[in-house]
């Protein structure tokens, strides 16, 4: 493919800010445009973010049915490659059943759709379809996380035991629905699920761990709080885990946990040693050995040594910090090279294919139904399902 990829995106108009984050990690490497949006379910507020990215007036839509139907009909030298929807939860599903309709791939934020029923159908259609879906688990996309999981799959620290995994923020600790935005549709059932907190930031940690470590949750015992009067969603929880292989877990999340930023942390144990990585130090991965002194690997282009999917998704040199937008990026870069193997009618290296999918988004909507039911229930462990 000797061109660009041409995106089209659904909201993440003016003041969004994953909206933005999106357009920045999609262009980081040179590979996708942003060709077409609908970028608001305000029409004025659609063309004026339309106009801002300078977009050409009959390629900016105020709704999205509009634009899926008008971009499909157009010839293959215009046509859009793909759809990225980075509206509220409860306005996933639809968009993207459209998307893979029309014959577009599709890019959406976590979590994947409103329900665990409407993740099953997603995941029906993106099979029938044929077509590629990312899903953007952010945190998958840093190169030590990386590295982290392929140390685990090669047997490094042994058969896995045990999994920590917290992420505290600190940005709900008061009552600001009123006066934020995203505050405001996140703690609001009707837009964003069944869950506040687990929904929103647990399904990054169950994510996380189940990704490094390469098992997947078996049981669960939750307890969901509401901290801040008033609210309808957990602002607060913690979750036992027991994956697959016996090995146990606990995974924590809070936005009550005043002063707290982004301490998305993880820890897992093996029968040789462990790993431990904070996503605030993105760089850095804790080697820990049972018989010899802790190792700290780092980050850096050009440490061959490490694994080749970190390398993969490495841009600079040792000691040039990689954070949150180019975590985003490689995910894009991934997804888009995959994209472009396909158009070619080549095979992608398994680096390239290493993204978060539609059965990441099932999985992270079955967390939340689980950890829900689990809350509530006076048995408390319970079967993981789907």
């Known amino acids: 493919m000797n061109r660009k990829l041409r995106m089209g995106m659904i909201g993440g108009g003016k003041n969004a800010f994953i909206g933005a984050v999106h357009r920045i990690a999609a262009n980081m490497d040179g590979l996708i445009t942003l060709s077409a949006a609908a970028l608001s379910s305000d029409p004025q507020r659609a063309l004026e973010s339309g106009r801002e990215l300078f977009l050409p007036d009959d390629r900016i839509y105020t709704d999205y ?121 996140r703690t609001d059932p009707s837009k964003s699920g069944k869950a506040g907190c ?24 939750a307890d969901l709080n509401i901290v801040v009067p008033g609210r309808r969603l957990d602002d607060d929880g913690a979750v036992l885990l027991k994956f697959n292989n016996g090995a146990s877990g606990v995974l924590t999340a809070s936005q009550i946990a005043a002063g707290e930023e982004n301490a998305l942390n993880i820890r897992v ?26 190792e700290i690997y780092r980050a850096g282009a050009g440490y061959h040594f490490q694994s080749p999917f ?18 985003f990026g490689n995910l894009y870069r991934n997804f888009a090279h995959h994209l472009m193997a396909i158009a070619d009618g080549t095979t992608p290296s398994p680096e390239t294919l290493d993204y978060p999918s539609v059965a990441d988004g099932v999985r992270g909507m079955a967390f939340i139904d689980n950890v829900v039911k689990s809350s509530a229930s006076e048995q408390k462990w319970t079967k993981f399902e789907i």
């Not at 029968?271 to 002194?293: A, C, F, R, Y």
Request: charged fraction near 20%; hydrophobic fraction near 40%.
């Open 65 to 185: 049915k509009t634009m899926l139907e008008t971009e499909a009909a157009k010839p293959a030298d215009q046509r859009l490659d793909f759809i990225v929807i980075v509206t509220p939860n409860h306005v996933h599903f639809e968009p993207a059943m459209l998307a893979l309709e029309k014959g577009f791939h599709v890019a959406i934020d976590k979590p994947i759709t409103f329900t665990l029923d409407e993740a099953k159908q997603l995941q029906a259609k993106v099979e029938a379809t044929g077509l590629k879906l990312l899903l953007t688990h952010t945190y998958t996309g840093y190169p030590m996380v990386k590295q982290a999981r392929a140390m685990v799959k090669a047997g490094a620290l042994g058969q896995i035991r045990k999994v920590y995994v917290e992420y505290p923020q600190g940005w709900l600790s008061t009552a600001g629905e009123k006066d934020n935005q995203q505050a405001a549709w």
């Open 198 to 221: 687990m929904g929103d930031i647990g399904t990054h940690a169950a994510n996380l761990a189940e990704y490094i470590s390469g098992l997947q949750i078996d049981k669960l015992c």
């Open 269 to 294: 144990y093996g029968e040789k040693g462990g790993l431990e990585w904070h996503q605030m130090e993105p760089n850095t991965l804790l080697v820990k050995w049972l018989d010899k002194p802790t």
């Open 310 to 327: 970190m390398y993969k998704n490495t841009r600079t040199p040792g000691g040039h910090p990689e954070g949150y937008l180019e975590a």
